[in-house]
């Protein structure tokens, strides 16, 4: 089986998903969002597979959306209706990205997210959506966009962390190291990042020999308890906030200078004040 942006592997009751765009540390676009799609649904019609593990190859999990087809994209569709923004329209669109990142959720089969490098942004929500996440000790995971020109859509900070801990992220759009992921109970567990594919296979084998009939009710009862707390509610209203912020004056102003001065420095200007991600080390 083979896709565009991911690749695509099952054996011994395990399917193994890596996000394969390493030369832009894995960031979201079209095609990624489609062949995961693809991907998960060919994991879920496999009866032999039991488990899959969601991985990033190259240097990082996901640097979330990818700045150069978002930004561009989202300026000439604004340029067509002569400046004007379709809140609907944007909504409708940014709704696909979210199935997209639920049906991770929505897999009857769990799902572990295997963290290393980079995970920011968008890509927080493929690893947030996943059942277990995994993480390499010096990852970095954060959501920087609610500093300026974005909202979480899945809003999975709220439903996997505490009040004081989401609120904080959520304000700060700080980093986490994958240490403090795994101490504010964020990731099942945190190793080197040169232990992290072992750990992981070692745990996907150990569900592997439970019955999928179990796995799948274990799964589901534990999803049923936070889809009645309303997630699905508060998704919809992350995506309605996160169309508003990329279009608020300071979020439009942000776009521009990404657009005219670089993605590298509108990032680094934002980040400046925090010291982290990029700036970590200046």
């Not at 959720?105 to 996440?133: F, M, N, Y």
């Not at 904080?168 to 101490?183: C, I, K, V, W």
């Not at 594919?197 to 179990?214: G, S, Y």
Request: glycine share 8%; with cysteine.
């Amino acid at each position: 089986m083979s896709f565009e942006t991911v690749d695509y592997a099952a054996a011994e009751g395990i399917a193994r998903i890596t996000l394969n765009r390493p030369q832009r540390l894995n960031a979201i676009n079209a095609e990624l969002v489609a062949d995961l799609r693809a991907a998960l649904a060919a994991a879920d019609e496999d009866r032999a597979v039991r488990v899959i593990v969601l991985s990033g190859a190259g240097r990082a999990f996901c640097a979330g959306y990818d700045l150069a087809w978002g930004t561009q994209a989202e300026d000439a569709a604004q340029r067509a209706m002569s400046g004007q923004w379709d809140p609907v329209r944007d909504y409708t669109s940014m709704s696909r990205n979210v199935r997209a990142y639920m049906a991770i959720w929505e897999s009857p089969k769990p799902v572990i997210a295997q963290v290393h490098g980079w995970c920011v942004g968008g890509g927080t929500d493929l690893a947030l959506c996943s059942d277990l996440i995994y993480i390499a000790d010096d990852a970095q995971i954060g959501y920087p966009p609610a500093r300026v020109w974005g909202e979480p859509t899945t809003v999975m900070w709220v439903y996997r962390l505490g009040l004081e801990h989401a609120k904080r992220l959520m304000l700060s759009g700080e980093a986490l190291s994958g240490a403090d992921a795994e101490r504010l109970g964020l990731a099942s567990k945190a190793v080197p990042a040169d232990e992290l594919a072992e750990v992981v296979t070692t745990m996907a084998r150990r569900l592997a020999t439970i019955p999928l009939n179990q796995l799948i009710m274990s799964k589901l009862l534990v999803n049923q308890a936070y889809e009645n707390m309303g997630l699905r509610t508060s998704q919809l209203i992350g995506t309605v906030f996160d169309g508003i912020a990329r279009h608020t004056p300071e979020g439009i102003a942000w776009r521009d200078e990404a657009m005219r001065d670089g993605f590298r420095e509108a990032v680094r200007r934002r980040d400046a004040p925090f010291g982290d991600y990029g700036e970590r080390g200046r």
